[in-house]
């Protein structure tokens, strides 16, 4: 499927983020060339508020909590306003802050965040009915949807992969910043293939100062998982292809669409 026209829809370009940061990190002003005219909200799913007993949990919290869920959404908004697009959250529960019912967490480590390679994506999280309920009552008929491919195995991103599967809009991918860094092209062919998906890529010219403005408001995130701004833009000029002043989008279609 070629990219969208601005004719051919007249609803909007909605673009999954798992977390704040995923979409602006993968993504950038090139969710506006993508989007053709159309208006572009970038809707936020695990945004929302740590349960009250959180602070109570079993376990060592402290790599959980770098920046709260408010700091983050306000660090989300802000980027959106960078890009002159519209934002909105879904407030599920990052897997990090993700309880057992049972006052331990969900998750015992970072590392088990994190699904392996080998893992089959059938056996990928499933979104549960409250979950694909709250996103298709955000999205229109006429709205098309651009989300993760999952790369790097993050539980939040894999769900957020299989729920946009589940929708009936029309479906693009982008790759996953900052594990995206570890695939060749050959790499994302075969992950499609795991994925049962044919993959068609498509590469839009955009902003690069808009992308790295915007990309800079998710300073914790930037600092707890780059330790520096320096390593951070060097890690995003080579995602985002960087021939000043323009910056290279890519996006998947299948072949099949």
């Known amino acids: 499927m070629?990219?969208?026209?601005?004719?051919?829809?007249?609803?909007?370009?909605?673009?999954?983020?798992?977390?704040?940061?995923?979409?602006?990190?993968?993504?950038?002003?090139g969710m506006v060339s993508l989007a053709q005219g159309r208006e572009v909200l970038l809707l936020t799913l695990f945004d929302g508020e740590a349960e009250a007993s959180c602070a109570l949990a079993v376990g060592d919290a402290r790599w959980r909590r770098i920046a709260s869920a408010r700091l983050r959404r306000q660090e989300d908004a802000r980027a959106a306003g960078c890009l002159g697009i519209k934002r909105a959250g879904a407030g599920f529960i990052d897997a990090a802050l993700r309880l057992d019912g049972n006052g331990r967490f969900v998750h015992a480590d970072a590392p088990a965040l994190f699904l392996g390679s080998e893992v089959d994506p059938m056996l990928w999280p499933r979104p549960d009915q409250n979950q694909l309920a709250t996103v298709r009552a955000m999205l229109g008929p006429s709205d098309i949807v651009c989300a993760p491919l999952g790369i790097g195995g993050h539980v939040d991103h894999c769900l957020t992969h299989r729920l946009a599967r589940q929708l009936d809009n029309p479906l693009y991918f982008y790759a996953d910043f900052p594990y995206a860094q570890q695939l060749d092209e050959q790499a994302i062919s075969n992950l499609g293939e795991r994925l049962g998906l044919q993959l068609v890529s498509q590469t839009f010219e955009c902003s690069w100062d808009s992308w790295r403005e915007a990309a800079l408001m998710y300073r914790s995130q930037v600092m707890m998982l780059f330790a520096s701004q320096g390593r951070f833009l060097d890690a995003l000029t080579a995602h985002a292809r960087v021939r000043h002043p323009n910056a290279c989008c890519r996006i998947w279609s299948t072949r099949s669409m």
Request: aromatic residues 4%; charged residues 20%; glycine residues 8%.
């Open 2 to 29: 070629r990219a969208p026209s601005r004719n051919e829809h007249q609803g909007r370009l909605v673009v999954l983020s798992a977390h704040p940061d995923d979409a602006v990190w993968s993504l950038g002003s």
